[in-house]
């Protein structure tokens, strides 16, 4: 496999995986995702010289990136392994298409690793009923409101951070308290706006963003009862904003005033799951609860509940196309009746 650059990559590519990550920060990629990819990378070029005296990570063929995947077996949970090996394959297929590399070594590799690799690992099984009892010893109304919030719109955590107070369509008669909901809300009562559009290092609603929505497309999901309590437990005490775009959601810590980010909220997840006993350094996905976690709760206990799984597809952004313009058109009539007659109640 060559080294050197040919079409569109530059003449001389000293060091591969800083090449790729810098291409990557221009897409668009975030800081903690780089750094995974890095740490992955590195780990991979330093077994490449350990066990096969190979000092280029473009020197690698077929069978050293087979020998890594399996090195990796037994001490790695197996969704962990796919995540590397993905994370690996699309390195080598990024450097082939600029022409930094003559070919993919882990191209076989993916098709030939085995089919019990589990992408969508059994994660903890928690009820309704537990994760009430959960959210019950959650008292700051910041961390309270953002985690009601991700367990009843099933949103990411990305997604969750970039809300503005203009994506939020409600009416609070008890707060001093008034914003211009945006367009897309008219007619649209008690409810969220989930753009497609916010992308980081792109400048929406007045304010540069560091964090990336994943939705196909837009989205528009009912707050019931139980979110507007929260959201108005936390609105009573916001602080006032730093940035134009006033964010929904702002930090009380040392950053006060600040847009809350993915990491800070990762750490509020962390901290009351460790506190609650559903958080173990090393316990993996199987066993740890994250902000990721309330995804795939909203998706499994909204979905057994409604019976409809369209409306859970629309509702996580996860469908484009006709099919979501299908619940868009009747999101009063199909979307909003379904969801409130079917949500579970995390706080009472």
């Not at 350990?50 to 020998?67: P, S, Y």
């Not at 790695?76 to 297929?93: C, K, Q």
């Not at 997604?159 to 001093?176: A, G, Q, S, T, V």
């Not at 009539?333 to 706080?347: A, F, G, I, K, P």
Request: hydrophobic fraction near 35%; glycine fraction near 6%; charged fraction near 30%.
């Amino acid at each position: 496999m060559a080294t050197e650059p040919t079409g569109d990559a530059p003449a001389d590519v000293t060091d591969p995986i800083a090449y790729f990550l810098d291409d990557q920060r221009y897409h668009g990629k975030s800081e903690r995702t780089l750094e995974a990819y890095e740490r992955v990378l590195r780990q991979f070029e330093t077994f490449l010289a350990e066990r096969f005296d190979v000092d280029t990570v473009g020197g690698a063929q077929r069978r050293e990136c087979m020998a890594w995947i399996h090195s990796l077996r037994g001490a790695f949970e197996d969704s962990t392994i796919a995540s590397y090996a993905s994370y690996l394959n699309r390195f080598y297929d990024y450097m082939t298409r600029v022409g930094a590399f003559d070919d993919n070594p882990m191209a076989l590799v993916m098709e030939e690793m085995s089919e019990s690799i589990d992408t969508n690992p059994t994660r903890r099984d928690i009820s309704v009923g537990e994760m009430r009892s959960f959210v019950a010893t959650i008292a700051h109304p910041l961390e309270r409101c953002v985690i009601v919030t991700l367990l009843k719109t099933g949103m990411r955590v990305g997604e969750c951070c970039n809300l503005d107070l203009r994506d939020l369509h409600l009416e609070l008669p008890e707060l001093d308290l008034e914003w211009e909901p945006r367009v897309g809300l008219e007619r649209r009562p008690s409810s969220v706006f989930v753009s497609s559009e916010p992308a980081r290092g792109t400048t929406v609603n007045g304010e540069e963003r560091t964090a990336s929505n994943k939705r196909k497309r837009d989205t528009v999901v009912p707050v019931d009862d139980e979110l507007r309590a929260a959201l108005l437990e936390w609105l009573a005490v916001r602080p006032d904003a730093i940035s134009p775009a006033q964010p929904l959601f702002l930090d009380t810590g040392s950053s006060w005033g600040e847009r809350l980010t993915p990491s800070d909220v990762r750490y509020i997840v962390q901290k009351h799951a460790r506190e609650y006993g559903w958080y173990r350094t090393g316990g993996g996905t199987k066993e740890n609860v994250t902000p990721h976690y309330f995804r795939h709760f909203f998706t499994t206990h909204l979905r057994d509940r409604t019976g409809d799984r369209g409306i859970v597809q629309y509702l996580r952004g996860d469908v484009a196309g006709d099919v979501i313009d299908t619940y868009t058109h009747n999101w009063g009539d199909r979307v909003r009746e379904t969801y409130l007659e079917s949500v579970y109640s995390v706080t009472r």
